[in-house]
């Protein structure tokens, strides 16, 4: 049987093969230089978040075949994940690879979109570099005697993991040079806040110290605001 490690890397790698495919055949052209950068910052961020996990094992374990308890409605919603992300890249593709719908972009913008995947990506890797129980599926994580994470960006918002995702989400199409991409990705953004709104009640009445941890950290998402 092979190692939680090799069976990480080797989920790496079907993701972004089928990213990089359905980006070129919407955009109908291999010199779509949008997609190859988002796609090369795509790798490079799979390969630091098996870095980061690398020598968890039991983390590891839990992102690849998480254990039972996942809420149903979860299922739902990590389905429309999947749905939106694709329809977006295809958007994107369509658009700015092959009809050419959106204006051309200035390069600042390019650069600003950049700079935003950056820090969504960081964000992310942050939270799930502090967080022992962070899973791909919403489940109190019994069989791992799970605890509420209080360090790192946890400090700050109840769900930093979820910004994260949030922030590259919405410089994805700009890296792609598509407007219209940013509708499938605003529908995106909405399943997240939707997920982040219920996973935060499941915390409350299913994980003890959440409810205390509540009143030390105020906000789910955003400092200050919600």
């Known amino acids: 049987m092979r190692s939680p490690q090799i069976r990480l890397l080797a989920a790496v790698w ?54 039972d308890g996942m809420k149903t409605w979860d299922k739902h919603i990590l389905q429309m994940f999947r749905v939106l992300f694709y329809a977006a890249i295809v958007t994107a593709g369509l658009d700015a690879g092959r009809f050419k719908l959106t204006p051309k ?7 600003l979109s950049y700079i935003i995947y950056v820090l969504g ?8 570099s502090a967080n022992i129980f962070f899973s791909t599926v919403v489940r109190i994580q019994g069989n791992r005697g799970h605890r509420v994470c209080t360090g790192g960006p946890y400090r700050f918002i109840r769900h930093p993991g979820y910004l994260g995702t949030i922030v590259y989400t919405i410089a994805t199409p700009l890296m792609l040079g598509s407007l219209w991409a940013l509708i499938p990705t605003i529908l995106f953004t909405a399943c997240v806040i939707k997920r982040t709104y219920l996973e935060d009640i499941v915390l409350q ?11 030390l950290v105020r906000h789910r998402l955003v400092p200050g605001i919600w």
């Open 205 to 215: 009445k299913e994980l003890l110290g959440y409810v205390d941890f509540c009143k």
């Open 105 to 111: 972009f200035p390069i600042y913008l390019y650069l």
């Open 14 to 67: 079907g993701p972004l093969l089928g990213t990089t495919i359905v980006v070129f055949l919407s955009a109908g052209r291999i010199d779509y230089w949008q997609g190859w950068v988002f796609i090369f910052a795509n790798l490079a961020f799979h390969l630091l978040n098996v870095i980061i996990i690398w020598r968890k094992s039991d983390l590891t374990e839990e992102r690849l075949s998480p254990g």
């Open 121 to 128: 990506q960081l964000m992310h890797i942050w939270a799930k």
